[in-house]
């Protein structure tokens, strides 16, 4: 499921800016929206490593966000040095939500919906506090 999972998702996000894919290390071997990537042992450890985020974050909601943020700050500051841009969010969260509901079929309800679109949004917009940080003290120093 979670191959399959992000293989759509990927493939979402590529279709819809296609020059994101050059942005990972797994897509820049291949064509723009070649099948074949998405069985590349690159594209499948980044996968695992997305999952294994989503599910610390989703772990990590507890009244105390602190230790969350500090990592999703982080790992915006990250993105930011990979050359990922705030527009690119928004386009990334559209593809996880679209392909949630295609995964979950009549499960993902509007309550599911709801609170993915939260988790994301705040996933989303710490991150881009990380990058923005990033970014400030790339200018600065």
Same mark, same amino acid.
């Given at each position: 499921?979670?191959?399959?999972?992000?293989?759509?998702?990927?493939?979402?996000?590529?279709?819809?800016?296609?020059?994101? $894919?050059?942005?990972?290390?797994?897509?820049?071997?291949? $064509?723009?929206?070649?099948e074949e990537m998405y069985s590349d042992p690159d594209f499948l450890r980044h996968a695992s490593n997305v999952t294994n985020m989503l599910d610390?974050?989703?772990?990590?909601?507890?009244?105390?966000?602190?230790?969350?943020?500090?990592?999703?700050?982080?790992?915006?500051?990250?993105?930011?040095?990979?050359?990922?841009?705030?527009?690119?969010?928004?386009?990334?969260?559209?593809?996880?939500?679209?392909?949630?509901?295609?995964?979950?079929?009549?499960?993902?309800?509007?309550?599911?919906?709801?609170?993915?679109?939260?988790?994301?949004?705040?996933?989303?917009?710490?991150?881009?506090?990380?990058?923005? $940080?990033?970014?400030?003290?790339?200018?600065?120093?």
């Open positions: 499921l979670k191959r399959t999972f992000f293989s759509l998702s990927f493939c979402r996000i590529f279709a819809a800016v296609p020059p994101i $894919q050059d942005k990972f290390s797994f897509g820049k071997k291949f $064509q723009i929206g070649a610390k974050s989703i772990s990590m909601l507890t009244r105390n966000l602190t230790p969350l943020l500090a990592i999703l700050k982080a790992m915006g500051a990250r993105h930011y040095e990979y050359g990922v841009l705030p527009e690119h969010y928004p386009v990334v969260g559209e593809a996880l939500i679209a392909t949630l509901s295609d995964v979950l079929g009549p499960r993902f309800n509007e309550e599911v919906k709801s609170a993915w679109l939260m988790i994301y949004g705040l996933i989303s917009s710490t991150m881009l506090e990380g990058a923005k $940080q990033a970014e400030a003290s790339a200018s600065s120093g």
